[in-house]
Nanobody, 120 residues
Framework: QVQLEESGGGLVQAGDSLRLSCTAS?????MAWFRQAPGKEREFVAR????????DYSDSVKGRFTISRDSAKTTVYLQMNSLKPEDTALYFC????????????????WGQGTQVTVSS
């Protein structure tokens, strides 16, 4: 079992920055962020591999968000810049072992989520 705990969400204004953190109870090979806006399905945001060098982003956040992980490989960060009202969502941390993936179904372990609200 891998336990995940997110932190760092909050209420900000459009154009502001926010950094989310997710700490895992172990060191999964892949860690990712997903988000779910009200009335919408959960969607992939970003993922990072073991080394931290290999990352993927959704088109909607590319160039604005940066995912990284610490040297202990147990914490993943999501630096969110130039936030927009459409970024408002519940952000989930997810983890998996094995091959890299960007689909919700591929991730076995999930956090409870942290709310990000961006006002216009």
């Amino acid at each position: 079992q891998v336990q995940l705990e997110e932190s760092g969400g909050g209420l900000v204004q459009a154009g502001d920055s926010l950094r989310l953190s997710c700490t895992a109870s172990t060191s999964p090979s892949n860690m990712a962020w997903f988000r779910q806006a009200p009335g919408k399905e959960r969607e992939f945001v970003a993922r990072v591999g073991w080394s931290g060098d290999i990352t993927d982003y959704s088109d909607s956040v590319k160039g604005r968000f940066t995912i990284s992980r610490d040297s202990a490989k147990t914490t993943v960060y999501l630096q969110m810049n130039s936030l927009k009202p459409e970024d408002t969502a519940l952000y989930f941390c997810a983890a998996k072992f094995g091959l890299a993936a960007t689909t919700e179904e591929a991730y076995r372990y999930w956090g409870q989520g942290t709310q990000v609200t961006v006002s216009s």
